[in-house]
T-cell receptor, first 117, second 113 residues
Framework: AQKITQTQPGMFVQEKEAVTLDCTYD???????LFWYKQPSSGEMIFLIY??????QNATEGRYSLNFQKARKSANLVISASQLGDSAMYFC??????????????FGAGTTVTVRA | KAGVTQTPRYLIKTRGQQVTLSCSPI?????VSWYQQTPGQGLQFLFE???????NKGNFPGRFSGRQFSNSRSEMNVSTLELGDSALYLC????????????FGQGTRLTVV
């Protein structure tokens, strides 16, 4: 079964507008972490934001915020005031922590964001 | 502070050959994990090393192996290359423990012909 589901293969957004990227996850662990990464065409994976399963506040990092709805197992990324440089592939990922301390990320299929001028 | 460094950036190999990819983590990071990214399968976990020990392994054949050195640098090796091994191989490093993020290198793009 897929651990991370990203249902939007591609999205277009107008410059300066906000965009929401959907992510749902599946785990029976009580302790887990959720991540969003950006991958430009160069290939490097750039860390954007992190949310822990026990964090009560939604994470924010500059123009990025994570809308964490634990009961719905949802961790949507909101990018505010989109810029042309935001055009990239965005991945949602999860690390399940309860059973072991090893570092393994499960990734979604990704969403391609294209920002229009 | 230097980021995660992967070498080489690009590689072309022939079927049947073997290849070694290198990853130098961020200074102080002892966990190094490897991922394969292909258009068809997406990002898949290969294995993770911590203090020279493999802690977890993904569902890949034994042709894929890795190791980690005492300075936390890691290498992965693929023997008897197949066309399907063509992919972007990404390495990530992190501190151990909860609530920490993994930082990725720029990847090695392997093409098998």
């Amino acid at each position: 079964a897929q651990k991370i589901t990203q249902t939007q293969p591609g999205m277009f957004v107008q410059e300066k507008e906000a965009v929401t990227l959907d992510c749902t996850y599946d785990t029976s662990d009580q302790s887990y972490g959720l991540f969003w990464y950006k991958q430009p065409s160069s290939g490097e994976m750039i860390f954007l934001i992190y949310q822990g399963s026990y964090d009560e506040q939604n994470a924010t990092e500059g123009r990025y915020s994570l809308n964490f709805q634990k009961a719905r197992k949802s961790a949507n990324l909101v990018i505010s005031a989109s810029q042309l440089g935001d055009s990239a592939m965005y991945f949602c990922a999860m690390r399940e922590i309860s059973r072991s301390n090893d570092y393994k990320l499960s990734f979604g299929a990704g969403t391609t964001v294209t920002v229009r001028a | 502070k230097a980021g995660v460094t992967q070498t080489p950036r690009y590689l072309i190999k022939t079927r049947g050959q073997q290849v070694t990819l290198s990853c130098s983590p961020i200074s102080g990071h002892r966990s190094v994990s490897w991922y394969q990214q292909t258009p068809g399968q997406g990002l898949q976990f290969l294995f993770e090393y911590f203090s020279e020990t493999q802690r977890n392994k993904g569902n890949f054949p034994g042709r894929f192996s890795g190791r980690q050195f005492s300075n936390s640098r890691s290498e992965m090796n693929v023997s008897t290359l197949e066309l399907g091994d063509s992919a972007l191989y990404l390495c990530a490093s992190s501190f151990s423990g909860t609530g920490v993020s993994a930082f990725f290198g720029q990847g090695t793009r392997l093409t098998v012909v």
